[in-house]
């Protein structure tokens, strides 16, 4: 199993970047694709980005490409979102999830690990 615990969310202002990182538990967390997701008040849970195991592969939402990107840090048990250029609607909580697929999977039901979430706010 593993754990995870977002961190680095908070208040920032349109066109601001912010970082977040999700820090995980367990000796076996290299072998885990991690994808971040998020959750905007009344809607649902959409994918973000995913990082393979390898960093060889990542996936991102579409509209999100050359904003977001994503990384990890296998040595620390930590994966990265780096946000830039951020706008009010990329207002929402913000959960880590792993999966053990070697892929970097975009669907929710593939992860079946989450953490507790990290709420960002994009003021305008």
């Known amino acids: 199993q593993v754990q995870l615990v977002e961190s680095g969310g908070g208040l920032v202002q349109a066109g601001g970047s912010l970082r977040l990182s999700c820090a995980a538990s367990g000796r076996t967390f290299s072998r885990y694709t991690i994808g971040w997701f998020r959750q905007a008040p009344g809607k649902e849970r959409e994918f973000v980005a995913a990082i393979s195991w390898s960093s060889i592969g990542t996936n991102y939402s579409d509209p999100l490409k050359g904003r977001f990107t994503i990384s990890r840090d296998n040595a620390l048990n930590t994966v990265y979102l780096q946000m830039n250029s951020l706008k009010p609607e990329d207002t929402a909580v913000y959960y880590c999830?792993?999966?053990?697929?070697?892929?970097?999977?975009?669907?929710?039901?593939?992860?079946?690990?989450w953490g507790h979430g990290t709420q960002v706010t994009v003021s305008s």
């Open positions: 999830a792993a999966t053990t697929s070697r892929f970097s999977r975009s669907a929710r039901a593939y992860y079946d690990y």
